[in-house]
């Protein structure tokens, strides 16, 4: 990789940042164009004449975090690789970075050759999985475009779907969901379903264990 690669810095903690900027300008073919606090900042100092190869976003920052961040990026430069860089290891903030279009997740107390390794990875092969992405979340990843991805399923979930799922958390019956949507009970069992299909579970506890694990609904 003799060509340089250019990358932003977007995380609010500086001397974090400051001490990740040299780490990097010490990799081979590797410079840290500029770096940012936050996502507004970012927006701020992007050039679209000099734009990074890769942006190494943090997750949790101020005004705006690393999903709004990502999201932005991935609508007004799809081409820019995004690589999370965070101390949370939760699946679903993975799952929630990689759905705003991250092709990487990494934690903060990940070793320099790892970083290194990502780094190349994003740039070569489009993305980067380690141990942290488990199977699971790298089948979602790897089906995110397929329709019937149950990910996927879950950004083209409809308002009227989400209120059912809710409702659905509940204990209340069919009966009593149906009457509270002001909908018919036959409307109620399409809508259940449907989501059946549409996320691949077969039971109501089924649907309740998806949308909590999937921060759908907080019980």
């Not at 690789?81 to 101390?87: D, F």
């Not at 059912?164 to 018919?184: D, G, N, P, T």
């Not at 409307?187 to 998806?210: H, I, M, P, Q």
Request: charged share 30%; aromatic share 8%.
């Amino acid at each position: 990789m003799s060509e340089i690669k250019y990358i932003a810095i977007v995380d609010d903690h500086t001397m974090f940042r400051k001490g990740l900027s040299i780490l990097i300008n010490l990799f081979p073919a590797y410079e840290v164009l500029f770096e940012a606090a936050n996502g507004k900042e970012l927006i701020d100092k992007i050039d679209p004449d000099r734009l990074p190869d890769i942006v190494l976003l943090d997750v949790n920052m101020p005004d705006m975090d690393g999903y709004a961040s990502a999201e932005w990026l991935r609508v007004n430069y799809p081409d820019i690789k995004v690589l999370a860089l965070s101390t949370m290891d939760a699946e679903t903030a993975i799952i929630k970075m990689i759905r705003h279009g991250a092709k990487g997740y990494i934690l903060k107390d990940a070793e320099p050759d790892e970083l290194k390794q990502a780094l190349d990875e994003v740039l070569t092969l489009g993305y980067y999985y380690n141990e942290l992405v488990t199977r699971k979340v790298m089948q979602s990843i790897n089906h995110l475009v397929d329709e019937k991805s149950p990910l996927n399923a879950i950004v083209k979930l409809s308002d009227r779907e989400m209120e059912f799922i809710r409702l659905a958390c509940s204990e209340k019956s069919y009966q009593v969901i149906a009457k509270e949507m002001f909908v018919s009970e036959r409307t109620v069992d399409g809508y259940r379903e449907a989501l059946f299909k549409k996320l691949n579970v077969s039971t109501r506890v089924g649907l309740v264990l998806y949308a909590v694990k999937n921060n759908l609904v907080v019980l």
